[in-house]
């Protein structure tokens, strides 16, 4: 099955600065990764995916990028703001098939300093 | 609210209990997931139905643990004969295969306290 690793496991910056998550997969068939936000005791909620005929996608402050023939792809933020703060899951699935499950990563502890 | 609900939001149950969850989708996905989620990990794939049916369930799933979607809306979680490794967040998610997004969009879920 599907096996993502997510690094770093923390990361602290400080405001304004950007941040960096790197992930990667096993299943060369998957297809479809997304990263989703998690605040303390609230849902995890998605912030931007790509899927595997692109290499890049922004949306604001936020990209990502897919390297497909590395297995890996990873969540750019620029311009961090403390409400930046949070845990960062990548994920992965094979998106379309019959299977649309998600496999995370363990998550990344953003925190972004004032 | 139009997102996806689950209820109850916390249970606290004893060691041998069972425990039903409930998950309500954004209205008219048709694709509905259980996952579970432990303190400093990501979401764990549990199973996930498409209408009612019932199409894959992991291998992390016991035979206590029983999940439905009866009318292709709605679904029930149930872990019968709690135990304290089944202590986690149950989370449910939802998402609509007709538009060819692969967007799932999660509850807030339900955490399971076993003591």
């Known amino acids: 099955g599907e096996n993502v690793e997510q690094h770093p496991s923390t990361l602290s910056v400080q405001e304004g600065d950007s941040a960096v998550i790197k992930c990667t997969y096993s299943d060369s068939a998957s297809n479809y990764f997304p990263w989703y936000k998690q605040e303390l005791g609230k849902r995890p909620q998605l912030i931007i995916d790509?899927?595997?005929?692109?290499g890049e996608k922004k949306d604001q402050r936020i990209a990502v990028t897919l390297n497909k023939t590395a297995k890996h792809f990873s969540l750019h933020i620029t311009e961090t703001q403390p409400e930046d703060s949070a845990v960062y899951f990548c994920a992965a699935s094979r998106g379309g098939g019959s299977n649309y499950k998600l496999t995370f990563g363990k998550g990344t502890l953003l925190t972004v300093n004032p | 609210d139009t997102g996806v609900s689950q209820d109850p939001r916390h249970k606290i149950t004893k060691r041998g209990q069972n425990v039903t969850f409930r998950c309500d989708p954004i209205s008219e996905h048709n694709r509905l997931y259980w996952y579970r989620q432990t303190l400093g990990q990501g979401p764990e794939f549990l199973t996930y139905f498409q209408n009612e049916a019932q199409l894959e369930k992991s291998r992390l799933l016991s035979d206590r643990f029983s999940a439905e979607r009866p009318k292709g809306s709605f679904s029930t979680l149930e872990i019968q004969r709690t135990e304290q490794g089944d202590s986690a967040m149950y989370l449910c998610?939802?998402?609509?295969?007709?538009?060819?997004?692969?967007?799932?969009?999660f509850g807030p879920g339900t955490r399971l306290t076993v003591t």
């Open positions: 998610a939802s998402s609509s295969v007709r538009d060819r997004t692969y967007e799932q969009y």
């Open positions: 790509i899927r595997s005929n692109v």
